[in-house]
């Protein structure tokens, strides 16, 4: 895991497999192929080392490739992105908080991405309307830290929106005053117009 201190990305990890998972992978996967190959000689002798070895490597590569990103204003696990202006709040969860959010009273409309050799996780609940989805469980190994770092990106969208509202509040406010202006112009010119008749 690794958490950046540069504005661009606040928070960056990766959802890889510990060591433990490796071995037991590659172990199974030899033992496979040594049932396979039970000492015959010719093609069955090298074949299922080198059909079973390379795909238990990409297995593990592919069940590892899952990376948790906060920056520019977003959440991004894997290939799925979520506005930090939806997030209504975030709860960081260990092992049994997990559990719990995911167990049998579980919103089956809710996104999860879980990774069962990862105890801690968060729940990013959403505000926004247009979406089914009632909120996000995302497997991380720094709940509280990505915590923080969502909520911290929530905020500063919320304050440049909130900057972007004011401006456009005083842009229409001065547009309002100049309509004002010409509409008593308008009227004092239908008085003049009114009085030469």
Known sequence: MRVSSSPAARYTERLDLPWWLWLGG??????????????????????????????????????GRIRVTVDDGELRVDDARLPARFVADVIPLDAAGRREVLGVGADPLAFVIQRPWIPGAVQVVLDDPADPTPFWVVSTRQPVTLAEALLAARDASRTGRNVADTGQETADTGQDAADTGQDAADTGQDAADTGRD
Request: with cysteine; hydrophobic share 70%.
């Open 26 to 63: 590659f172990a199974a996967t030899g033992l496979l192929a040594a049932e396979i190959w039970l000492g015959a000689s010719g093609v069955r002798a090298w074949l299922p080392f080198v059909l079973l070895l390379p795909a238990c490597l990409a297995s593990l590569l592919w069940l």
